[in-house]
């Protein structure tokens, strides 16, 4: 018996040993606690562990002081490496086109720019985003949900233009369980051009009319001239525009 409980307890050690290595490269790099700075310099962005959200995923709050008005949003675990890139790699003066949900830990953690970090009152009415106080103009929105969706990349250069933006930064969520309410604000039928199987990008999903789209072709890794990938991960892509 004592042959065999020592047995077990050398099992236990070896799995507790596997799963802690396998989650720490599962899970993206974040904080050493569950309230610290996401490195804004300048804005000091805080960020605090909340929970989870409906997938169950982690769930960070973002926080930070802005021109005089307190600036808060969510944080996404994993986009941390590609903040981190950012922050080595552009100059303070760098601008983003991304979707809204990614705006406030650019500006927060980056101190650089985000053509949009707020939902319109137009999205929020179709239900998609919640407990949000700021609002951005509708218009900005529908800019970039158009610049990421559309078919014609001259659309996207010139949308990026319009808005002085020097880079593109999606997300796998973005091609993936985001998608639907992007195309839901454009006013079009999102089956026409994916139906998610999942949270992230899936090649798979995409309709013959949804992998002509800018945001499916960069995500899938196809070149597009003029729009540079400058960084990657399992989760981020970022892109100058030249």
């Given at each position: 018996?004592?042959r ?27 904080l ?23 997938l ?19 944080y ?152 540079n990938?400058?960084?990657s ?10």
């Amino acid at each position: 018996m004592p042959r065999t409980r020592t047995l077990i307890l050398i099992i236990a050690v070896v799995i507790a040993l596997v799963v802690g290595t396998v989650a720490s490269f599962v899970v993206p790099p974040l904080l050493a606690s569950p309230s610290s700075s996401c490195g804004g310099d300048i804005y000091n962005a805080k960020v605090v562990l909340i929970g989870q959200d409906e997938l169950g995923k982690q769930l960070y709050n973002l926080t930070y002081p802005k021109n005089g008005e307190h600036e808060n949003g969510l944080y996404y675990a994993y986009t941390s490496n590609a903040l981190t890139w950012i922050k080595n790699n552009t100059t303070s003066s760098a601008t983003f086109l991304n979707w809204w949900d990614y705006g406030k830990e650019i500006i927060g953690c980056t101190t650089r720019n985000s053509v949009i970090s707020n939902p319109s009152t137009q999205l929020i009415a179709l239900g998609f985003a919640k407990n949000v106080t700021e609002r951005d103009l509708n218009q900005s929105l529908v800019d970039v949900a158009t610049a990421l969706f559309t078919t014609n990349v001259t659309l996207t250069k010139s949308t990026a233009s319009k808005y002085g933006a020097n880079y593109i930064f999606i997300t796998t969520e973005d091609g993936g369980e985001k998608a639907p309410y992007i195309l839901q604000l454009l006013g079009l039928k999102s089956m026409d051009y994916i139906t998610p199987s999942g949270t992230t990008f899936n090649s798979k999903d995409w309709t013959s009319l949804g992998q002509q789209t800018v945001i499916y072709r960069l995500l899938s890794g196809q070149n597009i001239a003029g729009l540079n990938q400058v960084y990657s991960d399992v989760y981020v892509k970022i892109f100058e525009i030249s």
